[in-house]
């Protein structure tokens, strides 16, 4: 039917998400119908996203800078710290406009299962960060922002603990996150509604 390259191409955006064989197949034909207009520009973006964009060293957001331009920004609340699972989470609340303070990205929650553990999600990056800003700040707060599924439960609990003895206040978000909920599906009005309702923990 084709060359090796183009069942590699095909096999590969099949395994992006939200995309099947049928679909990578269509893309994949769509790309080569438009090479300088869609193909070479995309494969110039994928090249650009893979060598520049890396982690925040402060809070794990994706960016270019060593820190992200959120950690960068002086007029963000420094003690208010918002834990999220995902970049997409972080992207979701910032175009809600309802939070001011910085942020923190796991890149998951905590699910053993997985081989997602305390060390991949970069727990001891986190207590440091939290103690650093609790050291620098009277009244500080963590909002931990994961979802609202059995492992983004026992993640905050999990984080709760270890965040035990430091001078912070450990809140949730609330109302409005259906069970089983990840913040990335919520309508902005929702996470709005989750965030000003979140409820202290512990
Ligand atoms: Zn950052």
């Known amino acids: 039917m084709s060359d090796d ?15 099947g064989p049928r679909s990578a197949q269509r893309a994949a034909l769509a790309l080569i119908k438009n ?8 494969a110039r973006a994928l090249y650009d996203v893979a060598h520049y964009y890396k982690p925040c060293v402060q809070c794990n957001n994706l960016t270019e800078l060593d820190k992200c331009l959120i950690c960068n920004d002086p007029r963000r609340d420094e003690n208010r710290l918002c834990v999220v699972e995902d970049v997409s989470d972080l ?4 175009r809600a406009g309802v939070f001011q303070g910085k942020y923190f ?3 998951g ?13 970069g727990i001891e990056k986190l207590v440091s960060y939290v103690t650093s800003i609790s050291a620098l700040h009277n009244a500080c707060e963590i909002i931990l922002a994961t979802s609202a599924t059995v ?6 609990h999990y984080i709760a603990e270890r965040l035990e003895g430091l001078s912070v206040t450990l809140s949730r ?14 309508d902005d009005g929702t996470l709005a509604l989750a965030m000003k309702a979140r409820t202290p923990v512990g």
């Open 5 to 19: 390259s183009l069942q590699n191409l095909i096999k590969r955006l099949g395994k992006l998400p939200g995309l």
């Open 35 to 42: 090479k300088e207009r869609d193909m070479l520009p995309l």
């Open 91 to 94: 992207w979701a609340m910032e």
């Open 105 to 107: 990205v796991l890149g």
């Open 109 to 121: 929650n905590l699910n053993i299962m997985d081989g997602r553990g305390p060390t991949e999600l």
């Open 151 to 156: 492992e983004g439960q026992t993640t905050a």
């Open 173 to 186: 978000l609330a109302h409005g996150v259906p069970v089983g909920g990840e913040l990335n599906y919520l």
